[in-house]
T-cell receptor, first 112, second 114 residues
Framework: KQEVTQIPAALSVPEGENLVLNCSFT??????LQWFRQDPGKGLTSLLL?????REQTSGRLNASLDKSSGRSTLYIAASQPGDSATYLC???????????FGRGTQLTVWP | SAVISQKPSRDICQRGTSLTIQCQVD?????MFWYRQQPGQSLTLIAT?????????ESGFVIDKFPISRPNLTFSTLTVSNLSPEDSSIYLC???????????FGQGTRLTVV
């Protein structure tokens, strides 16, 4: 069974900082990995999807990397803003059209 | 991307009662999943909703407690039965389509059992 760990559990930074959120997984035979954002009490918003054959995926100020051999993915947030405050979750998928295995998330607070 | 409408967004229920959550998608999807997120925890898969047949439940989840229907390719319901305070969680539906291996989620249903 895939186990996903996210570090740190919580992060509080001033506006403007560049951040790295970490996600590690035990089974390197993943199909793809997805990063999500969750606002308090809400559903998940997909941020980036990175396929197992890719090493990086970028969207605006967000960049996700994937290293299957070491079982790690990172989400890089450039020039953080207060509106980035949320919980960030990573989910790994073992096969096409399969369920996701999630970490507990990193709760990010960006203060002005 | 799929647009998912999940209802209700929140509810407060008495113990011993049941709550049915609806998930409506704006297009036909191949897979529909139901997850539970307990306070401070990550998402746990309850079951995969199968169109026209019984749902596939994960270990620790049973049909009597979490009956699921999926009458067509755009709609599913999850019922949480015989509610207890331990059922207080956020429940989320998720969808995926053939050829688009990206998961999309509904807005979630925050259930509080008193």
């Amino acid at each position: 069974k895939q186990e996903v760990t996210q570090i740190p559990a919580a992060l509080s930074v001033p506006e403007g900082e560049n951040l790295v959120l970490n996600c590690s997984f035990t089974d390197s035979a993943i199909y793809n990995l997805q990063w999500f954002r969750q606002d308090p009490g809400k559903g998940l918003t997909s941020l980036l999807l990175i396929q197992s054959s890719q090493r990086e995926q970028t969207s605006g100020r967000l960049n996700a990397s994937l290293d299957k051999s070491s079982g790690r993915s990172t989400l890089y947030i450039a020039a953080s803003q207060p509106g980035d405050s949320a919980t960030y979750l990573c989910g790994s998928r073992g096969s096409t059209l399969g369920r996701l295995y999630f970490g507990r998330g990193t709760q990010l607070t960006v203060w002005p | 991307s799929a647009v998912i409408s999940q209802k209700p967004s929140r509810d407060i229920c008495q113990r011993g009662t049941s709550l049915t959550i609806q998930c409506q998608v704006d297009s036909q999807v191949t897979m529909m999943f139901w997850y539970r997120q307990q306070p401070g925890q990550s998402l746990t898969l309850i079951a995969t909703a199968n169109q026209g047949s019984e749902a596939t439940y994960e270990s620790g989840f049973v049909i009597d407690k979490f009956p699921i229907s999926r009458p067509n390719l755009t709609f599913s319901t999850l019922t949480v039965s015989n509610l207890s305070p331990e059922d207080s969680s956020i429940y989320l539906c998720s969808v995926e389509s053939q050829g688009v291996t990206e998961a999309f989620f509904g807005q979630g249903t925050r259930l509080t059992v008193v």
